[in-house]
């Protein structure tokens, strides 16, 4: 294999933060056009590995050549200097401006008098979105627009500056189904046009769609790089994980016989602001019950107003029977109910508070003895939540952004599970997750509800929703427009059509 | 399933690595402290003829710092909660006015409670406006900031109202506790209740995670707003308290009594907290950033320097330490 074509290529690359080390002698290369997935379980390193490349960190040991030279890539400037362009997982753009003046931010096209030409830097973003096949007016203020439309903002913003490598660390988080579907069509006809992509997912249908060659790293090491023709998913499972995982996506019986009583949750006529119509349905203990539907179908709103952060407008909500009052996520607590929202970076976590107050957030009234808290009794609980559901943190003092994304998550759930909740509302548990970690959460909302919770799991990925619910509510528009036992469900396919109203 | 809150003793995961934790230990955090050092040493030197390290002086200090230490522990909930308070200082100034005036009328509890009141009205007021309405509190505190003071011109005719109740003044602000000054014991009492109640308990807990970040903080069950009002009432009670402690130290109340001690406030708790964007504060930092400006204010007098100088000083002082004191 000659090394000149490869455009990217990283050698023995180790890094440490605060003496734990990270990445150990990784090495790593990309092609001209091909598409490399970088996979690996949370905590691997694969966003350390990019952040390198992007020069948010510097290498302990190591080198990079680009283009087969030695580069030295030590700020971002340098990266962008050198083409390699980064489609951040939290986006890097100004809601206020424009997508136009986003995408040329820093490098404004300047007009006569030095002044700047914002009708050239439209022309010239018109030009890229051509070039890309997608259709964003380079007028239209960011903040106006959807998360697609961020993310294709910063792929012209890359693009538009000569990138030649493109990294996208989990691009399909936060999209929907078609959306995703759009991204992989633009993601082939650049790769047609020569640029390289590092693709970073923890979807595996993702990969087998994308990617050429696939890297995985395991607890910072390389592990393997392979064609993924010359790899099958599960070794690329085992590969990730450590070991075998088998059946994770399959649906197991549980035995419901002693909990079918009354309901726990029975929720009537419904209404809560433009997404919430008219919904009824009742939940008993020990069910699990799925929730799919599009995108803006109503679930995470429905979600939201079951734990009483959207006003109700009308219905009512009944627990073991009796009214209840949700009209604050205090009441919804207080009733037993529990959401562990879609969002962890803005909604579930203090990012910079340390993992130990963010666990013992929602779990202050047990560790106080009289008015103050009980430091040590904080301790305990906290280093409890952390060994029983294995978060991987070097320091529990240490603030939660640190963590990997699958262990942020994890932190989250810790963190609701300690509240010992009877109803568990769950949106999108696994995003970001790895199959590892998936395949324990998947477990562990059985286990609850096999205890005798009553569970609501919304997700996007049919496979996660049918390995685990024991029905299936449809949403759309904000009403349920099907109720389907687990039985009648044949396949994802039938889904996936009951989704879109077929 | 075991349930969570069954607690497992002796877990001492978290503290086994002594050697490592030493290696990790953000001195930035300590800056303050480090700083307090420095120019305390530094002061002692060179002004070892003009008295510095007397008692005497020392304990004025602390006298000097008393009022400022007393509003920054309030300001500190406001800044660890992303908010500000800039009426702190007219509150204080309207507070000693109202306090005087019920004084002279009335007699020694009504003089208290209305002092006391002014802190409570304009902090609830305050906290209202924020947390119901949802305004910036930059905006709010501003605008009472200039109400507050127009108040206590306004009802004073800008006239100073003295205070002859001995009492009144012994206890808020002249008086000593045996060797101690008055002042101090009052700083103290405020320092400790202030650190005690935003690290060990719940209220505490719960101002920091707002602060740090207010959507998961709601999606918690925290009532955000309830906090936000609190922390504002609670900035808006304690100044009025400092406006006592003036009215008691300079036997008089006073609508310029405070005026600029927001400033002073804030950079306090800068100092000695890691943001001003709100997730931290510490009360105790809060103290030695209070001490450090009364430390170079009066090293600055004893140097020599006029007060041009002192300001000009002051001012470099400060922006070197938050310098220092900055996340990378
Ligand atoms: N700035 C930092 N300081 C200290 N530790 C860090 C820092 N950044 C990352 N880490 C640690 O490095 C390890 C690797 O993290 P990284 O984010 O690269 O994982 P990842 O493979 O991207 O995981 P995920 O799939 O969950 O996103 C983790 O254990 C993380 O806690
Ligand atoms: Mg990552």
């Given at each position: 294999m000659?090394?000149?074509?490869?455009?990217?290529?990283?050698?023995?690359?180790?890094?440490?933060?605060?003496?734990v080390?990270v990445?150990?002698?990784v090495?790593?290369?990309?092609r001209?056009g091909?598409?490399?997935?970088l996979?690996?379980?949370n905590?691997?390193?694969?966003s350390?590995l990019?952040?390198?490349l992007q020069?948010?960190?510097?290498?302990d040991?190591?080198?990079i050549?680009?283009?087969?030279k030695?580069a030295?890539?030590n700020?971002?400037?340098?990266?962008k200097?050198?083409?390699?362009?980064?489609?951040?997982?939290?986006?890097?753009?100004?809601?206020?401006?424009?997508?136009?003046q986003?995408?040329f931010?820093?490098?404004e096209?300047?007009?006569?008098?030095?002044?700047?030409?914002?009708?050239?830097?439209?022309?010239?973003?018109?030009?890229?979105?051509?070039?890309?096949?997608?259709?964003?007016?380079?007028?239209?203020?960011?903040?106006r627009l959807?998360t697609a439309?961020w993310?294709l903002?910063e792929i012209?913003?890359?693009?538009?500056?000569?990138?030649?490598?493109l990294?996208?660390?989990e691009?399909?988080?936060s999209?929907?189904?078609?959306?995703s579907?759009?991204?992989?069509?633009?993601?082939?006809r650049l790769?047609g046009?020569?640029?390289s992509i590092?693709?970073?997912?923890?979807?595996?249908?993702e990969?087998y769609?994308?990617?050429d060659r696939?890297?995985?790293?395991?607890?910072?090491?390389?592990?393997?790089?392979?064609?993924l023709?010359d790899?099958t998913?599960?070794?690329?499972v085992?590969?990730?994980?450590?070991?075998?995982?088998?059946?994770e996506?399959?649906?197991?019986?549980?035995?419901?016989?002693?909990?079918?009583?009354?309901?726990?949750?029975?929720?009537r006529?419904?209404n809560a602001?433009?997404r919430?119509r008219?919904?009824s349905?009742?939940?008993?203990p020990?069910?699990?019950?799925?929730?799919?539907?599009?995108?803006?179908?109503?679930?995470?709103e429905?979600?939201r107003?079951?734990?009483?952060?959207?006003?109700?407008?009308?219905g009512?909500?009944?627990l073991?029977g009796?009214?209840v009052?949700?009209?604050?996520p205090?009441?919804?607590i207080d009733?037993g109910?529990a959401l562990?929202p879609?969002d962890?970076?803005?909604?579930?976590?203090?990012l910079e508070?340390s993992v130990?107050?963010?666990?013992?957030?929602?779990l202050?009234?047990?560790?106080q003895r009289?008015?103050?808290?009980d430091g040590?009794?904080g301790?305990?609980?906290?280093s409890?939540l952390i060994?029983r559901f294995?978060v991987?943190v070097?320091?529990?003092?240490?603030p939660?952004?640190?963590l990997?994304?699958?262990n942020?998550q994890?932190?989250?759930i810790a963190?609701?599970?300690?509240?010992?909740?009877d109803?568990l509302?769950l949106?999108?548990p696994t995003?970001?997750?790895?199959?590892?970690?998936k395949?324990?959460?998947?477990?562990?909302?059985?286990e609850?509800?096999s205890?005798g919770k009553a569970?609501?799991?919304?997700?996007?990925?049919?496979?996660?929703?049918?390995?685990v619910?024991?029905r299936?509510l449809?949403?759309k528009?904000?009403?349920?427009?099907?109720?389907?036992?687990l039985r009648?469900?044949a396949?994802?396919?039938?889904?996936q059509?009951a989704?879109q109203?077929? | 399933m075991s349930?969570?809150?069954?607690?497992?003793?002796?877990?001492t995961?978290?503290?086994?690595?002594?050697?490592?934790?030493?290696?990790?230990?953000?001195?930035?955090r300590?800056?303050?402290?480090?700083?307090?050092?420095?120019?305390?040493?530094?002061?002692?030197?060179l002004?070892?003829?003009?008295g510095?390290?007397s008692?005497?002086?020392?304990l004025n200090i602390?006298?000097?710092?008393?009022?400022?230490t007393v509003?920054?522990v309030g300001?500190?909930?406001?800044?660890?909660?992303a908010e500000?308070?800039?009426?702190?200082?007219?509150?204080a100034?309207?507070?000693?006015?109202?306090?005087?005036?019920?004084?002279?009328?009335?007699g020694?509890?009504?003089?208290i409670?209305?002092?006391l009141a002014?802190g409570?009205?304009?902090?609830?007021?305050?906290?209202?406006?924020?947390s119901?309405?949802g305004i910036?509190?930059?905006?709010?505190?501003?605008?009472?900031?200039?109400?507050a003071?127009?108040?206590?011109?306004w009802?004073?005719?800008?006239a100073?109202?003295p205070?002859?109740?001995?009492t009144?003044?012994?206890?808020f602000?002249s008086?000593?506790?045996g060797?101690?000054p008055?002042?101090?014991v009052?700083?103290?009492?405020?320092?400790a209740?202030?650190?005690?109640?935003?690290n060990?308990?719940k209220f505490?807990?719960q101002?920091?995670a707002?602060g740090g970040?207010?959507?998961?903080?709601?999606?918690?069950g925290?009532?955000?707003?309830?906090?936000?009002?609190?922390?504002?009432?609670?900035s808006?009670?304690?100044a009025?308290?400092?406006?006592?402690l003036?009215?008691?130290r300079?036997?008089?109340?006073?609508f310029q009594w405070?005026s600029g001690?927001?400033?002073?406030?804030i950079a306090?708790?800068?100092?000695g907290?890691?943001?001003l964007f709100?997730?931290?504060?510490?009360?105790?930092?809060?103290?030695?950033g209070?001490?450090?400006i009364?430390l170079?204010n009066?090293g600055?007098?004893?140097?020599?320097?006029d007060?041009?100088?002192q300001?000009?000083?002051?001012g470099?002082?400060?922006?070197?330490?938050?310098?220092?004191?900055?996340?990378?």
């Amino acid at each position: 294999m000659n090394t000149a074509d490869n455009v990217v290529e990283m050698r023995s690359i180790s890094k440490g933060f605060n003496g734990v080390s990270v990445l150990k002698d990784v090495g790593f290369d990309v092609r001209k056009g091909e598409v490399h997935a970088l996979a690996g379980g949370n905590g691997a390193g694969k966003s350390t590995l990019m952040k390198i490349l992007q020069g948010v960190y510097q290498t302990d040991a190591g080198e990079i050549r680009i283009g087969g030279k030695p580069a030295a890539i030590n700020s971002i400037q340098d990266a962008k200097a050198a083409g390699i362009g980064m489609v951040f997982q939290e986006f890097s753009l100004v809601p206020s401006l424009t997508v136009a003046q986003n995408i040329f931010l820093g490098v404004e096209p300047l007009g006569r008098g030095g002044l700047i030409d914002d009708r050239a830097a439209v022309k010239r973003a018109r030009e890229v979105f051509s070039e890309m096949e997608v259709h964003v007016d380079p007028r239209a203020e960011v903040s106006r627009l959807g998360t697609a439309y961020w993310q294709l903002t910063e792929i012209a913003k890359a693009l538009a500056q000569n990138a030649q490598v493109l990294i996208m660390d989990e691009p399909t988080a936060s999209l929907a189904r078609h959306e995703s579907e759009a991204l992989f069509e633009l993601i082939d006809r650049l790769k047609g046009r020569g640029i390289s992509i590092i693709y970073i997912s923890h979807r595996m249908d993702e990969v087998y769609r994308l990617a050429d060659r696939i890297t995985i790293l395991r607890d910072g090491r390389h592990l393997l790089t392979k064609p993924l023709t010359d790899v099958t998913p599960e070794q690329i499972v085992e590969g990730i994980v450590g070991k075998k995982i088998e059946g994770e996506l399959s649906y197991r019986a549980r035995d419901r016989e002693s909990y079918d009583r009354s309901p726990l949750l029975e929720v009537r006529g419904l209404n809560a602001g433009h997404r919430v119509r008219d919904v009824s349905f009742a939940l008993r203990p020990g069910e699990i019950l799925g929730l799919a539907g599009l995108m803006g179908s109503g679930r995470t709103e429905l979600a939201r107003a079951l734990f009483g952060i959207d006003k109700l407008d009308s219905g009512e909500v009944l627990l073991r029977g009796k009214k209840v009052k949700l009209a604050s996520p205090q009441q919804a607590i207080d009733a037993g109910i529990a959401l562990i929202p879609e969002d962890r970076r803005a909604q579930g976590l203090v990012l910079e508070h340390s993992v130990q107050e963010n666990l013992l957030l929602p779990l202050l009234g047990q560790i106080q003895r009289g008015p103050l808290l009980d430091g040590a009794k904080g301790k305990a609980l906290s280093s409890l939540l952390i060994k029983r559901f294995a978060v991987k943190v070097a320091h529990p003092h240490r603030p939660v952004r640190l963590l990997s994304g699958g262990n942020q998550q994890k932190v989250v759930i810790a963190k609701w599970l300690g509240t010992d909740p009877d109803i568990l509302i769950l949106d999108e548990p696994t995003a970001g997750v790895d199959i590892g970690t998936k395949s324990e959460i998947l477990d562990m909302i059985r286990e609850l509800a096999s205890a005798g919770k009553a569970v609501i799991v919304i997700s996007s990925e049919y496979p996660e929703l049918l390995a685990v619910s024991d029905r299936v509510l449809v949403l759309k528009d904000g009403s349920i427009i099907r109720d389907i036992p687990l039985r009648e469900i044949a396949d994802e396919e039938y889904l996936q059509l009951a989704v879109q109203g077929v | 399933m075991s349930k969570a809150n069954t607690i497992m003793p002796g877990d001492t995961a978290a503290s086994r690595n002594f050697g490592s934790m030493l290696k990790e230990l953000d001195w930035r955090r300590y800056v303050i402290y480090i700083g307090f050092v420095v120019v305390f040493l530094f002061f002692a030197i060179l002004l070892r003829d003009q008295g510095f390290l007397s008692p005497n002086n020392l304990l004025n200090i602390f006298r000097q710092t008393a009022t400022i230490t007393v509003i920054a522990v309030g300001m500190t909930y406001v800044i660890a909660c992303a908010e500000i308070d800039l009426s702190v200082g007219s509150v204080a100034g309207l507070s000693s006015v109202c306090s005087a005036m019920a004084l002279s009328h009335w007699g020694l509890v009504p003089g208290i409670l209305a002092g006391l009141a002014v802190g409570l009205v304009v902090g609830s007021l305050n906290g209202a406006l924020v947390s119901l309405l949802g305004i910036p509190s930059f905006l709010v505190t501003l605008g009472m900031l200039g109400i507050a003071v127009g108040v206590a011109q306004w009802i004073t005719a800008s006239a100073p109202q003295p205070i002859l109740n001995d009492t009144f003044n012994l206890v808020f602000g002249s008086g000593n506790f045996g060797p101690v000054p008055g002042l101090v014991v009052w700083s103290a009492i405020f320092v400790a209740i202030g650190a005690v109640v935003l690290n060990r308990t719940k209220f505490g807990r719960q101002v920091l995670a707002t602060g740090g970040n207010r959507n998961a903080a709601e999606f918690t069950g925290i009532n955000t707003k309830r906090i936000k009002f609190q922390v504002l009432l609670i900035s808006g009670t304690v100044a009025s308290v400092a406006g006592m402690l003036y009215a008691g130290r300079l036997q008089s109340g006073r609508f310029q009594w405070g005026s600029g001690d927001e400033l002073s406030a804030i950079a306090a708790v800068i100092l000695g907290g890691p943001s001003l964007f709100g997730g931290f504060g510490s009360i105790i930092g809060t103290l030695f950033g209070a001490l450090l400006i009364g430390l170079i204010n009066n090293g600055l007098i004893l140097a020599g320097l006029d007060s041009s100088q002192q300001q000009v000083v002051r001012g470099a002082i400060i922006i070197l330490a938050v310098a220092l004191a900055r996340k990378k």
